[in-house]
């Protein structure tokens, strides 16, 4: 196990581990564990853990299902591992689609578990499959409520499929038009009169982050990018995808911040010591890269309380081959406004 990064600002404290031993890392005592089901083979990754241990485990079970039968494998696997590892498991059932009645449903376990315990929580959620609406939702919520004290947060890196011949881009996650919503707890601040900045973390999906950014009309782009990556060509393969973004706003090589893809602490380190946003503009972060980078805006957006964030909600999501490429991080923060 490596330490990453360490990192403060405003109210809120971060730290980074990488390992590439999941038992090692995703390890300790939680007053509520979050944990999902996928067809992702990395929603397993966390049932490696030896020492790990809950007062509660909620497992979301989203509708969507595959063909190839994973789901029902992984679903056996991670409510064997919350049975094992938790004196309660609350079983939630969704869709992933329907962000207000999920979001109210996590919402509500969230609170029960806060007046269950009668203190702020130790949070753990297990951000490998999990949508980002609800990754986010549930940090920002937590931390600024006071419902949780700590947040640990684990991620498996993946290793994603080459691209195939006549396909726009090297891969798709979703089908049909993006729809962009603002996170629970990190709407922003809107001043009427003033212009819109968007920062974009991107990734593979770059025509259809192109298509949300031009939607929204910003006055000005910038670019947090996943470099290095968490795999030589992934770097490489981001710009070539959101090429036509890049020269459609004219944004310069200052204005494209590069930070480790994987690593989110380190990530919201370099969004705050660049610190482009600006006071006469409307800041909104739009989340289409990793889900570390995703975090990393969230966590800077909670900081300033500014900006608002941004999900891209599909029309479904794209069944896709996606497995750990070996290597996992854990992500600790914590608000020191909070009591322990």
């Known amino acids: 196990m490596t330490d990453g990064v360490c990192f403060a600002h405003g109210s809120l404290r971060g730290r980074s581990q990488l390992s590439t031993a999941p038992h090692s890392l995703y390890s300790g005592e939680y007053d509520l564990a979050v944990l999902v089901s996928s067809w992702d083979r990395?929603?397993?990754?966390?049932t490696a853990a030896k020492d790990f241990r809950a007062a509660a485990c909620l497992v979301v079970l989203f509708n969507e299902r595959d063909r190839q039968g994973l789901r029902d494998a992984h679903d056996f696997a991670i409510l064997d591992f919350a049975r094992t590892s938790s004196q309660r498991v609350i079983q939630v059932g969704a869709d992933s689609l329907d962000l207000r009645g999920t979001w109210l449903k996590?919402?509500?376990?969230?609170?029960?578990?806060?007046?269950?315990?009668?203190?702020?929580?130790?949070?753990?959620?297990?951000?490998?499959?999990?949508?980002?609406?609800?990754l986010l939702g549930l940090v920002a919520?937590?931390?600024?409520?006071?419902?949780?004290?700590?947040?640990?947060i684990s991620y498996a890196e993946g290793r994603y499929p080459r691209k195939e011949k006549n396909t726009a881009e090297d891969i798709s996650f979703t089908y049909g038009q993006w729809k962009s919503v603002a996170v629970p707890g990190l709407e922003g601040r809107y001043s009427p009169g003033l212009k819109r900045f968007f920062l974009v973390s991107?990734?593979?999906?770059?025509?259809?982050?192109?298509?949300?950014?031009?939607?929204?009309?910003p006055d000005r782009v910038s670019?947090?990018?996943?470099?290095?990556?968490?795999?030589?060509?992934?770097?490489?393969?981001?710009?070539?995808?959101?090429?036509?973004?890049?020269?459609?706003?004219?944004?310069?090589?200052?204005?494209?911040?590069?930070?480790?893809?994987?690593?989110a602490i380190a990530a919201w380190q370099v969004l705050s010591e660049r610190a482009i946003e600006r006071t006469d503009e409307n800041a909104y972060f739009l989340c289409s890269g990793t889900k570390p980078h995703s975090l990393a805006l969230g966590l800077r957006a909670l900081s300033l309380k500014r900006p608002a964030v941004?999900?891209?909600?599909?029309?479904?999501?794209?069944?896709?081959?996606?497995?750990?490429?070996?290597?996992?991080?854990?992500?600790?923060?914590?608000?020191?406004?909070?009591?322990?």
């Open 106 to 134: 996590l919402l509500h376990e969230l609170g029960e578990s806060r007046r269950r315990i009668k203190r702020p929580l130790r949070l753990f959620i297990d951000a490998s499959v999990c949508p980002r609406y609800y």
């Open 310 to 340: 941004l999900y891209n909600l599909p029309e479904a999501h794209e069944v896709v081959a996606i497995e750990s490429n070996g290597k996992f991080w854990r992500f600790d923060v914590q608000s020191v406004t909070v009591p322990i």
């Open 42 to 46: 990395r929603a397993t990754c966390v």
């Open 141 to 152: 919520t937590s931390l600024s409520s006071g419902i949780a004290s700590h947040v640990s």
């Open 202 to 217: 991107i990734g593979f999906e770059g025509w259809k982050t192109m298509r949300a950014v031009t939607r929204a009309d």
């Open 223 to 263: 670019l947090l990018h996943g470099k290095p990556g968490t795999n030589d060509d992934y770097p490489e393969r981001s710009i070539r995808d959101n090429a036509e973004l890049i020269n459609h706003y004219k944004i310069p090589p200052e204005q494209i911040l590069n930070a480790h893809a994987g690593d």
